[in-house]
């Protein structure tokens, strides 16, 4: 079981740290993507980790903005944001597939567990 928490209001230019804790399994085995849904739009990819090789993976937008990292004290997953902008407002979603513990993916067909989404909204 997944559960991200952390999502808030921040300005833009600001930054926020969303945490992906699972409970059940060690997210070291596993994939750990984070998707965001923004309004009225679908589902993307963010960014991923490989949680055994500690490889990460993020799309073009957000290179250089956001960071994922693993804590295996707390088994969980962070997805620290900077520099944010109100195009990065949506639902989060953390996901686990096992079968990307090496290469994370991005793919969300694959997932095999879903996190319940927090909040993000950045203010002009």
């Known amino acids: 079981q997944l559960q991200a928490s952390g999502g808030g209001l921040v300005q833009a230019g600001g930054s926020l740290r969303l945490s992906c804790k699972a409970s059940?399994?060690?997210?070291?085995?596993?994939?750990i993507a984070w998707f965001r849904q923004a309004p009225g739009k679908e589902r993307e990819g963010v960014g991923c980790?490989?949680?055994?090789?500690?490889?990460?993976y993020y799309v073009e937008s957000d290179k250089g903005r956001f960071d994922i990292s693993i804590s295996d004290a707390e088994n969980t997953v962070y997805l620290q944001m900077y520099n944010l902008r109100p195009e990065d407002t949506g639902v989060y979603y953390c996901?686990?597939?096992?079968?990307?513990?090496?290469?994370?993916?991005?793919?969300?067909?694959?997932?095999?567990?879903w996190g319940k989404g927090t909040q993000v909204t950045v203010s002009s």
């Open positions: 980790i490989g949680g055994f090789s500690g490889k990460t």
């Open positions: 996901a686990a597939d096992f079968k990307s513990f090496k290469d994370c993916s991005l793919y969300s067909p694959i997932m095999d567990f």
């Open positions: 059940g399994a060690t997210l070291r085995d596993y994939g």
